[in-house]
């Protein structure tokens, strides 16, 4: 058998074995919240924060933090990412328990649609148009009002990690009304050698046309997954949604170049978190 072929034996062989841990893992975390049912809004949060750190380790990803997490202890607060993946709400699960918000599709989808709802989540229908915007904004204002950071993606979509996409300014007004503290993180992907072809922008990121399905497949085959946030400390202000939104785009910009420095460097003080 050549060198091809057994690699990719091996990566079918992780595929399959992830793929039936993280459905166990789901199953788990179902069962679990039927038995603790934990409040909707900020207990459910922490709660599935656990999990999430669980079901993160299962997918064989290394996740690593760096600067201080966000904290709404004094206050409310927001924080807006760039956006790779359907892995990233994992992971800043992982990092600690937040209130996300996340396009409608996702409360659809089977097991993890019931888990983030119970967390708070806050569903924007990105089709639905002005028509919207009050529920949201009435969403966001309660999100705000939870005791734990509100973490949104400003880019409206995910991309492949080339650029990081202009922000959509919506998001950005729920901010200003409620007297919001701005803070930024970025997320970036690396992946080792050993994976033939793979590449992060096809096997880790999900983006465009791609399906959900064949995609979790293919990247819970991958050896060393490895993904870094950076959360930064400064608070963004702007005096409206166009300022706010272009400032908030710059240090995510900044935060993501640094990452990728980092990256390529080797830079390995970066503490480990799951």
Known sequence: ???????????????????VLLVVLLLAATVDLWIKRPRWGAEGAVWIHGW????????????????????AEVGPVSVVSNHLSYLD???????????????????AWPLLGRLTAQAGTVYVDREGGP???PAVNRAMAEAYKSGLPVLFFPEGTTTNGSEVLPFRRGLFHSVLN?????????????LGDANGNASVADD???????????????????????????????????????ELSERARDRVVRGYEELGREMEAGVASVPLIV
């Open 131 to 133: 028509s919207t915007y």
């Open 178 to 190: 409620n007297g919001v503290e701005l803070r930024t993180a970025a997320l970036r992907f690396s």
């Open 52 to 71: 999430c750190r669980r079901i993160v380790a299962a997918m064989g990803i290394e996740c690593r933090v760096t600067g201080t997490l966000p904290s």
């Open 1 to 19: 058998m050549g060198r091809l072929a057994v690699g990719s034996f091996f990566h079918f062989a992780r595929s399959l074995i992830r793929s």
């Open 204 to 242: 880790v990121c999900w983006w465009g046309d791609a399906l959900f399905g064949p995609h979790i497949f293919r990247c819970l085959g991958l050896k060393g997954v490895s993904a870094r946030i950076l959360f930064d400390d400064a608070v963004v202000q702007g005096a409206d949604r166009f």
């Open 89 to 107: 709400i994992l992971l800043y699960s992982a990092a600690r328990p937040f209130v996300m918000v996340s396009k409608s599709e996702v409360k």
